[in-house]
């Protein structure tokens, strides 16, 4: 039985798609959808979910059975972050959506930002979440990671010169018309340096980037999914676009 979607979009409401990608969330994503809509009532989200075996895609399937606000997209098995976020800018384009904004499935990126994120809309094409600009931080992350970190950010910083502080984090928010013109075709990346890469297409596409402070939190529930063989391909992958671009390699096609 689906129930009423919720209020009504006002007119002029931008149309707001959600996009999660998940593996193992079971513990996670009933929780973050409903909260989600506490603070976005309007927004559809859709759940792209990598046939995960503790049963998160069975949960997301059961939700939009009875909301028509959530939508489950079902891969056959574990594809990745950056493809997953590809298929949820295809499906955001697909269905004429204003904005698609990715965020983490385990609640490190708290939904209590949604609302000055997307108020950033209002002048930019592309909002980041962000952890290293003026008042935004990270919860708990050892020196280590905090220093790999800023320095990934520092490097895309000099080689792909774009304006931002934190162009690693997954939780942004994409005026949809914008990445038409973006030349997603053009990715490479699919690990850990797609969310640079898109970035970079995005920056050089002509968007106005901006960023919003945000606490990055660690998750409430699983385990984390960092695979450091990823994290090493993806600076490499990174130097290769970075100094593709320094060397004016990576011009727009005409």
């Known amino acids: 039985m689906r129930l009423d979607a919720g209020p009504a979009r006002r007119p002029g409401e931008p149309k707001l798609l959600i996009s999660l990608a998940t593996y193992n969330e079971a513990g996670n994503v009933e929780a973050l959808i409903a909260e989600i809509h506490k603070v976005a009532p309007h927004a ?5 979910d990598d046939n995960s075996p503790d049963g998160t895609g069975q949960i997301a399937a059961r939700l939009a059975e009875t909301d028509p606000r959530v939508q489950v997209l079902h891969r056959p098995g574990k594809l990745g972050l950056g493809t997953a976020t590809l298929a949820a800018m295809k499906f955001a384009m697909a269905r004429d959506y204003d904005f698609l904004l990715n965020m983490d499935a385990d609640f490190s990126h708290p939904p209590r930002y949604l609302p000055g994120i997307l108020a950033g809309m209002s002048k930019h094409d592309l909002m980041i979440g962000s952890r290293y600009t003026r008042g935004g931080a990270t919860e ?3 020196l280590t990671r905090r220093l790999i970190s800023q320095s990934v950010n520092m490097l895309v910083r000099l080689t792909f010169r774009m304006p931002v502080k934190d162009a690693s984090g997954a939780f ?16 490479r990346s699919r690990g850990y ?13 002509g968007a106005k980037l901006g960023e919003y402070p945000i606490l990055f939190e660690n998750r409430r529930a699983g385990v984390s999914k960092v695979n450091k063989a990823e994290a090493v391909r993806s600076i490499s992958m990174i130097l290769y676009i970075g100094l593709r671009n320094v060397f004016g390699l990576e011009q727009r096609r005409g």
Do not use: G, T
């Not at 559809?44 to 792209?48: E, F, H």
């Not at 949809?176 to 990715?187: G, H, K, P, Q, T």
């Not at 340096?193 to 596409?205: A, D, G, I, T, W």
């Open 44 to 48: 559809d989200v859709l759940v792209i």
């Open 140 to 142: 708990n992350w050892p």
């Open 172 to 187: 942004r928010c994409y005026r949809v018309s914008m990445l038409r013109n973006a030349e997603l075709d053009r990715v």
């Open 193 to 205: 340096s797609f969310q640079q890469e898109v970035l970079f297409r995005c920056h050089k596409s």
